[in-house]
């Protein structure tokens, strides 16, 4: 039986988990947290990654757990609609919607797959050789025929394979997250983009409500209070937006500097190790694309692995895909953050002509993102 090593917990790493071990590769899981944080933000399954999450079984969990995202769009901050998309259109255009789910409950649903010794948690990983697979950790060496290094955006094993690589770097701007009640009243999903500002809103399970806002700020910044840096920032933005943040309790608004790595790796491999999600490819969040990468990822590297065993051809299938992705994203969040006021009047008029003049535009934008599928081989079915 073939032994793979992952490294990380996260979302990439526990689906590569899976993916492995349905092909009956020996599979151990090296988290250096003491537990599965239940962090409380949600993470948006698009399409392309529900096809890859019914390869491996989970689909039908994830859809139970889930809200199917409605009607969205783009707004102005004065409350004016510039483009607006139809969830019908997104189900009728590629097959499956998009859904929203607390990313918790994902990673259960992933590690509640894995067989009962797989997962060790507090288990901090120093250094893979990706010559031999040997994998030195805090409570010994492991051996593996393959290496999964999900380590994250500061992803040490990335450093340790490109050492002169340059790093993830600040995109001038952090992040709020929070997940609220729904109030009463209309509640119109998708993002409002401002002066420099975005604020974005989904449903969940539960009748609550899943919020991210951007702002720019110098790297590490931070407030004494996050809820009312976040109030401060938002204040006069059309309903429920000031409610939406008022409605948060402080302790639980997360912030987090917006960082990607801007410069793509020569490969996303070396020797016996491949670097999975943000250890490989980093992105900004704005086409909600970073987690569903890491699980498309995960799919096409068990097949590879499976199959010719050769990691060059996981490289050849994923880093074109995934930095023109993560251009993508990048390229959004610099529009949708523009603060001259000629820039965003041109911008405005733009996505409002667009809406008009091709309804069906602000779908089909998502084509080369939403319409891969599993590799040829894996068998995925809608119910699954």
Known sequence: MKRAVVIGAGIGGLTAAVALERRGWKVTVCERAPRL?????????APNA??????????????DRSVMQGDAGIRRSDGRW???????AIIERYGRPIVMLMRAELVGLLADRLAPDALRLGTAVRRADPATGRVETDAGDLDADLVVAADGINSAIRAQLFPGHPGPVYTGHTSWRIVVPRPPGPCPYGEVWGRGLVFGAAGLTDDRMYCYA????????????ER??????FAGWP??????????????????????????????????????GDAAHAMTPHLGQGACQAIEDAVV????????????????ARLPR????????????RVSTWANPVAIAVRDLALSLAGRLAPDSAVRRFDEVFTWQPPVGETAGRAA
């Open 301 to 316: 590297l068990a097949h590879v692995a499976a199959t010719s065993g050769d990691l060059a051809e996981y490289t050849a």
């Open 322 to 333: 995934t930095t023109a992705i993560a251009r993508r994203s990048r390229s959004i969040g």
């Open 228 to 233: 009312a840096e976040l109030a401060r920032r």
């Open 239 to 276: 309903d429920p937006i000031p409610r939406l943040i008022a409605s948060a309790t402080p302790e639980t608004v997360i912030r987090t500097d917006l960082c990607c790595l801007d410069t793509p790796l020569p490969a996303y491999h070396a020797g016996r190790v491949a670097l999975l």
């Open 50 to 63: 529900l096809a890859a999450l019914e390869t491996l079984g989970v689909g039908a969990a994830v859809r």
């Open 214 to 225: 951007t702002a720019p700020a110098p790297a590490g910044a931070t407030a004494p209070d």
């Open 37 to 45: 944080e239940p962090v409380g933000s949600a993470v948006a399954i």
């Open 82 to 88: 510039l483009h607006r998309s139809k969830a019908e």
